[in-house]
Every structure is written in C-alpha cells, then in structure tokens.
C-alpha cells in the first residue's frame, strides 16, 4: 500500500492539474486543447511526478534522475500541469500554452532544462525512443527508471509493437510502461475503431502486465507504480490503467466529442463549477 | 585517422563498401568507448559479424523493425551514447523517414545511419531492393547532415567525421567490390568541405558516391579531346560547400552533376536550388537514374542504361558544352 502521506500529495496535486489543464486549455481560445486524454490521465502522471519519480524541478537533467517520456503527446497538458504544480515552468510559462513562440506546444518538444525529455506526438515513437533510453542505462550501468506514458489508441501503431519485441529481447525491466487505457481515441470509440484484448497482446509480447481497475484512484496507481519499480525480473513492465476519458469534467466524461477542441465561456463556467465541487 | 585504414584499402577496394563500413566501425568501436551499432536483421550482410562478436554488449539486433532502429538508437543517443544505425539504404530512409525527422532531425541527436547498397547496385533483386529516392527523403529533414562517400578510404574517414560531429548524419554507400581506390594516401576529409579532385576551366563534373570513378573517366576523355575539366567530389550532400560551387560557377561553362540517385532531390537537385539564387551561374545538366523506375539488370547494365559510365558522361558533357 502507498503511504496515505503521498496518495494526499497526489490527490491534492492532481486536483490542481485538472485546474491547470482547464486554465490553459481554455486560455488557448480557438486553438483548443486535448482535454479528454490529458485528463485521463492525471493520476498517472501526478504519480509519478510527486509519488515515484526520483526527480528536482531544480536539478531538472541531473544524471541520476527518473526519466518520464509521454508518448501519447497529444496529451500535453497533463505533463504541462505536472511541470507546473512541481516548480519546473513558471505560471506565466503555463499561460503562453499553444501561444505564438511558446516553446508550450500542442505536442511536447524536448527541452530537458524544463523537464521534457522527448518530443512526441508523432504517436508511438515517444514509446520506441522510451526503450532506448532504457536500455542506455543497462549499457551504462546506471540505476534510474524510464517511465513512459502510453495510449490505448496509440497501440495501433506498429512501431509500438517493433519496440514491445526489442524491450523483451533486451529484457530492459527498468522501463515502466503505463497505457492510460480511456477507451476513446480520436474518432470512436477504441472498440469501434480497432477492437483487441490489450492486456492478451501485451502478455503474448512477453511483458509484465498489470492491471488497475481505477487508474483515475491515485491510490491504486501509487501502488502499481511502486511494485513496478521495485521489481528486477527480467521484464519489462506494463500497467493497463483503465480510466475515464475527460475524468472530472461532467460533460466530458467518457464523451466521443472532447478528444480536442477549443472550449467556450459556459463550458468553462460548468468545467470550473465540476471541479469546484468535486 | 586510424592507420590500420591505409593497410586494408586494396582489401575493402576488391570487397566493396559493405567491408570498409563494417571493418570501421569494428575500429571506432575501439577508438570510443560510447560508440555502439545497430542493425534490423542484416549483420552479415552489413558485414557487422566481426563487431558482434567483439563488442556482443555495444551491438544491437532489433530485428526487422526498420522503425523501431531509429527510434531505439535516438533513444541511446539521447542518453549520451553514438549509435550508429546500418539499414539497406532501399528500405532505411523510406520506411522510418517519419522517425528519423522526429526523433533524430527535430530532437537533433547524435545518431548515423548508414544506408548501404544505396542506388542501383543490388540490380538482379530488382526494384524494391533500389535507394533511388533515399537523398531526397533525407535531404529535407533540418538538422540532418547527407554523406556520399566515394571510396574506401572516404567512407572510413567519414564514418570517423560523423563521431565527431553534432547532429544526425545520414551516410550512403555506393561502390560495390572492385570499386577503385580514389584516395590512396590520407588526405583532409571535412564534413561540408568539398575536394577538388582535378582542375579544369570548361565542364565541371560535380559528384556524389563511388560516380566519381566515372567522372574522373569522364574527364580523361574530354581532356583527350582539349576540353579542360575539372571533377568535384562533392561528398557531402547536406549541406552543400557552396564556396566550392561559387568558384565552379564562375570559372566553368557547364555543370554536370553525376549521382546514382534520382534527378529529383538528389545532388543535381541541391545544386540546382542554390544555382537558382547564383546570378550568370552556368547551364546545369543533371547526370541521374532519372525520374523512372528501372528495368532489371546487374549494375554495369543499369549504368549504362541511364548514360552513367565514363564515356556516357563525357558524351553528355560534349553536347551541352
């Protein structure tokens, strides 16, 4: 079980992410924002971010730090929010998100004095380079950990799968995948768009899998998390973490119309108003 | 440079690039303990068998997972190691070109890949076993630098060069066994610094890859028939040493670019991009696989199908003076 100290830091954190992800997602006016995936995913990120991650938003490349790669990269504002609330970008860095000249992108571009190891967006690669950077710490003899964020949609891409092979064969279990399993990708649902047993075909690829019912329960997640990078078994790692699409905003929630789009006043009004009561 | 290179050019000049590629990294491997290779399946055949076996820990098989060796070796690298990525260049920049211009061009790393058998030379296996197009898919990712090298003792230097250089480099081999010797003795290779192989004030042969045997062939012929030329070893690709164009532009009445590649993208096509802002720079004929796919034939037939031997050249270089 995660300590009750660090699932309250979590769960107080998160709730300020899920304010920061309405405040710039809506800050960014008609060029919109990826809320439902980012707000899948805020448990996740939150921690790893203030639970597990070995990490200084003051020493942001220090050599022994745990590395976080988010693959599904569309879903931004759930990193943005972190680097955020942890001191590694400034509010007013948080305000210029999808700006003219932000160097706060829709996707994450790399930028390791703010904490973003690896652009992505570009689905899957973020996973691919993730193995990578593993398995330069085996060659290296380095003990950190490589977690990397992952989407349910994002596994039709067939370089995840090239990678899921590689991570196997070179038995990196120093890398802690986690899918942010919505169930919702950009144009349906993932049943109705490419309908697979995601934990069969992890299993079959040779992983260490894991499945959390709630992966929106910081309690829950903490704990996968923490099992996970304790354990030296030769494999590499996955959580299946099956959450809620737009989790805490009500109109939001497992919905097939907030994958991206810009946000006007009232559902801002009704977003704030949800989270206020929450 | 490593000395042991001198000793074995004959040897890699009667084996072809694959051995001068494979025989350098083994000797880079040495030289820098950060160094390591990958490969998609192709060890022996990338002649990686001598470097697996001594350095097991430094050299990676992904498998054949043209996508995945990108994607894996941009990891490493961002982790402070020197991959160097071999791949056949007919499936290599093609197939993972969405992955080396996000994970290598915009991240900016250190990666090499190589891309052997580039152009026609696997001419029996026919057209998917061609790298017509390789330069152009690579040519217009930022960040990357395009290597053509044109000989053993070229692809061994510049293989050192890219160990040394910043950023993503991608590297084309050409020559296959029996490819000549052009640089016997060391001599100064610079990443974006082109080599005036031969002095000449009428056609200038500006090359990539092994051509430059043709080239130099080429301009025996017209020379023979009082043409003064001179031939451009323009190795790098990207960038292009526009310092060397602009005395080529000024001092000769005809450029022919001579590449196995297509004529779109390739060296013809950078060199007519930056001739484009170039004011009273001479006619440009582009020396090529041209824009087609080919018939099928051992490598001497398809040279000779698209006018790219010594004496093809020399005619070319004739009628456009």
Redesign the interface.
Known sequence: MANTETVDLVEEKAALMRRDVIEMGYAAGGRGAHFGPALSSIEIVASLFFGVMNNDPKNPTMADRDRFVQSKGHACLALYSALGEAGYITEEQMATFKGDGSFLAGHP??NPQYGI???S??L??GF??????????K??GEGHKVFCLVGDGECNE??IW??A??AV??KLDNLIAIIDRNFVQLAGTTKDIMDVDVEALWRAAGWDVLVIEDGNDASSVLEALEGMKDSSNGKPHMIIANTTKGKGISFMEGSLNWHARPMNKDQYEQAVADLENA | MNKAALDKLQEWSEKGHRSAQGDTLVMLAADYPEMVALSADLTPTARLVEFKDTYPDRFFDVGIAEQNLIDFSAGLALEGLRPFAVGLAAMVPMRPAEQMRAALGYMNVNVTVIGIEAGVRFGPLGNTHYAMDDIAVVRAIPNFTVIAPSDPLSTHKALYACIEHEGPVYMRLTGGPGYPVMYPEDFDFQIGKAIEYRTGSDVAFVSSGSLLSDAVGAADILESKGISTRVVDMHTVKPLDTEMLDKVFSENALVVTVEEHSSIGGLGGAVAEYKAGVADAPKQVIASLGDKFQKLGDHAFLMKENGLTAPDLAALAETNL
């Open positions: 571009t790399r190891e690896v652009s967006g570009s899957g690669n691919a380079v993730a193995c990578g950077m593993a398995k330069a710490a060659v290296k067939g370089v090239e990678a092979m590689n064969k070179y």
